[in-house]
């Protein structure tokens, strides 16, 4: 439970840090006239957005505590919110100075940001990295990102280093709470350097040294269903990576038409110390070119990652519930996660009987290890869908849910409504473990 605070409670410390600078090099005691308050708060404002812009970058720095102890789906819900209160506070600092100097320069709007890009160093940079953090922010909406494939929703987003080094120059020469003030500038300086510093330790350099000893490849492509494939890689000391049921990895196929994509999918099987197993169905050009990859192509991976795990686990029993190729981690807990007959109940909501993904090994699984299979099917469009996963039919299917760890993984629209009829069911937050299947 406290390692599993820590991080916040870093977080607001530093923040902490964050204000007292502003408070050291005038705050509220500058906040005089019109002009002077308005220009102080854009420069609060700004400040504690830079600062939240370098925790998002950390929030998804694949850092193995958050990881281990926060979980991914737990992580990209604070990287959501995050990024749009640091956005908010960002343009709040462009329009709150901007508006204050024309206040105190006596000049229009637009005369008074061209006296600025002109005679303030940084100032145009600054502009440029704002606007790219609105499209970065702009591209992760729902209604924006379902239109883009993934390749160019992850392209945009690695805008945002950009974004940080066109806005750090700015803030170093132009911020009154670093200018003649070395200590300031220091921390400061120190807070972009341990985010740089993770960011290559993390996502750089030590999956390369990972990929390095275990030599990863692809030993065989298995047609699953219509669009539907499962693709094994084997390699050398696998047990070493500790991956577990539940944990996906960010796959990289190196061929000519992959080489330069990694996306991520979790194990569809559990981890033997042998060999990983994915399952992955067509939705874009990566995912429906994998049926084509040869054995023997190498494979580089970033993971294991996540705490959709059994080590979330804190009762006896259990229901694992999924929708769609949500079934994968699935299915790899089925056949990870110890337990007595009855101690284990799945739910696996598809809308029709061909999207059933694994259902062979499912029920051997199921009837080997004594777990109940609930197939839940019927178009979320069609007469009656409001009912399918409603709290009332979740009690029927798994009458004693309530007393149960349940383990979602699903579509976000999906994975949200069953968390809602989860609650309403009686099922206490803390024994819901989600994963979001957002591409």
């Known amino acids: 439970m406290i390692a599993g605070r820590l991080p916040a409670l870093l977080a607001l410390a530093n923040l902490g840090v964050v204000v007292s600078l502003w408070w050291r090099a005038g705050g509220v005691r500058e906040l005089d006239d019109t002009a002077s308050t308005l220009t102080g708060l854009g420069r609060l404002a700004g400040l504690t957005g830079a600062y939240l812009v370098l925790v998002q970058v950390l929030l998804l720095a694949r850092i193995p505590g958050l990881d281990r102890h926060v979980g991914f789906d737990r992580l990209t819900v604070w990287h959501r919110r995050n990024g749009k209160a640091a956005l908010g506070l960002l343009v709040a600092h462009a ?22 890009l002109r005679g303030y160093p940084g100032v145009i940079t600054a502009v440029a990295g704002l606007a790219l953090l609105i499209a970065v922010v702009a591209s992760s909406l729902v209604i924006v990102r379902r239109r883009l494939r993934y390749e160019t929703w992850y392209f945009v987003h690695l805008y945002t280093y950009l974004a940080i080094a066109l806005a750090f120059s700015h803030q170093i020469a132009t911020g009154r709470e670093f200018v003649g003030d070395p200590a300031a500038r220091r921390y400061w300086q120190g807070l972009y350097l341990a985010t740089l510093a993770a960011v290559l330790v993390f996502r750089l350099v030590l999956p390369a040294l990972r990929n390095l000893r275990h030599r990863l490849h692809v030993v065989r492509v298995i047609p699953e269903a219509a669009g ?53 169905k067509e939705v874009g050009d990566f995912s429906s070119g994998l049926k084509a990859i ?13 705490a959709f795990t059994t080590a979330a686990r804190t009762r006896p029993r259990v229901a694992l519930i999924a929708g769609g190729v949500g079934i994968t981690p699935i299915r790899a807990l089925l056949e990870e996660m110890p337990g007595a007959p009855g101690d284990i109940a799945v739910v696996y909501r598809a809308v029709r009987e061909d999207d059933v993904i694994l259902r062979a090994e499912l029920e051997e699984l199921a009837q080997r290890r004594g777990a109940q299979l609930h197939y839940v099917l019927g178009d979320h469009r069609g007469p009656g869908a409001a009912e399918l996963l409603s709290a009332e039919h979740l009690a029927r299917l798994v009458p004693d849910i309530a007393d149960r760890d349940v383990y979602v993984c699903g579509p976000p629209a999906m994975a949200d409504a069953t968390g809602e009829s989860l609650r309403r069911a009686g099922v206490p937050r803390r024994q819901v473990i989600m994963e979001r299947f957002a591409f």
């Open 95 to 116: 329009a709150l100075v901007l508006t204050g100097y024309a206040v105190g320069d006596g000049l229009s709007l637009l005369d008074e940001l061209g006296r600025l």
């Open 228 to 280: 539907v494939v499962s693709v094994e890689i084997g390699g050398a000391q696998l047990e070493r990576l500790k991956a577990r049921a539940g944990q996906f990895f960010s796959w990289r196929f190196l061929t000519r038409d992959h080489w330069w994509q990694s996306h991520p999918f979790s194990l569809s099987a559990a981890p033997d110390g042998r060999r990983l197993r994915i399952t992955v």
């Open 294 to 306: 040869r054995p023997g192509t190498r494979v580089v991976v970033d993971g294991p990652h996540g």
